[in-house]
């Protein structure tokens, strides 16, 4: 049985971009991982792979509204990337629209998390923002670890001030959320920001690099240009979900003067892409 992540948080915080680099570091040593997005107002296999066409079928909206959800239909629906066959991803198709399907249900999206869990050693929940679209809450209830990415401004800090109330079930394992601030950019005022929404576990900072291959349709090559404060975040993850193997390594949270006042990685110049994936494993792993 896989363990499963969930991500959630503000709109535009970088959560979808965020699973991917997670899936990637997790499928490091040739672990598999699926990530599963059930966002109608976005469909995401076309912007995870923008090079490829699916028929209906492909789409999560197919399998959500099957008669049956089971593990058999889940493997045989799950998109493996082409140059990466580690990582599976489950979204909406290109044109469809929220209208497509019925609406989602939790017992349906319950289904389709568990069933996902028993194919892989991954399972990662990129959620909506909108907890009124059912799969984010049923997805932070069924998560062995939940992830919340807040833009460290006004828009994050007030979007958990509304979204907490609705999660305060114990179920909800509110408490327990590892929170990282999305984009963070250096005029951003990081320790109060992290003092209004209750403390921040790591920072995700904005690359020109990382955007890129948001825009260009390459979110699976964004790993190589995450800085060592995204990385340390996702280390931070990694050793959640196996506190038996690591011990935390808290010396990169500490404050650095360079991204204070830079926002940007030490190192600016460009490599390959996939060279820069294997160091940052490396780092990661090490
Ligand atoms: N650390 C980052 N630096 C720069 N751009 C980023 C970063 N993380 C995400 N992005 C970009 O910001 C936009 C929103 O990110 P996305 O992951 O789609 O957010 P969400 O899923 O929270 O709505 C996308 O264009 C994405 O490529
Ligand atoms: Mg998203």
Not at 183 to 189: G, K, M, N, Q
Not at 197 to 219: F, H, N, Q, V
Request: hydrophobic share 40%; proline share 5%; glycine share 6%.
């Amino acid at each position: 049985m896989s363990q499963i992540i969930t991500v959630w948080g503000n709109p535009g915080s970088g959560k979808s971009m965020f699973c991917c680099n997670l899936a990637k570091v997790l499928t490091a040593g040739k672990e598999k991982a699926i990530i599963i997005n059930a966002d109608s107002s976005t469909p995401m296999l076309p912007v995870w792979m923008p090079d490829r066409l699916f028929d209906a079928s492909a789409s999560i909206g197919n399998v959500l509204s099957a008669l049956e959800i089971n593990t058999a239909l889940v493997a045989e629906r799950v998109c493996v990337l082409k140059d990466y066959s580690f990582i599976g991803v489950m979204g909406y198709s290109a044109g469809e629209t929220p209208f497509s399907y019925p609406e989602l249900k939790y017992e349906q999206i319950r289904q389709l998390i568990f069933e996902a869990a028993k194919l892989v050693d991954y399972i990662i929940l990129d959620c909506s923002s909108q907890v009124v679209n059912f799969f984010t809450p049923t997805a932070i209830e069924a998560s062995d670890l939940a992830i919340r990415i807040l833009t460290p401004d006004l828009r994050g800090v007030n979007y958990l001030k509304a979204h907490k109330p609705l999660l305060t079930d114990a179920k909800f394992h509110y408490g327990d959320h590892l929170t990282f601030a999305g984009l963070a950019r250096p005029f951003h005022a990081i320790d109060e920001m992290g003092h209004l929404i209750g403390g921040l576990d790591g920072m995700l900072p904005y690359s020109k690099e990382i955007e890129r291959c948001g825009t260009s349709g390459e979110m699976f090559h964004a790993l190589g240009y995450c800085n060592k404060h995204y990385l340390q975040a996702l280390k931070l993850v990694k050793e959640r979900l196996q506190p038996q193997e690591n011990t935390v390594d808290t010396e990169a949270q500490e404050e650095d003067p360079e991204l204070q006042e830079t926002g940007q990685p030490e190192s600016q110049e460009i490599r390959q892409p996939e060279s820069q994936d294997k160091e940052a494993r490396h780092e990661l792993t090490e």
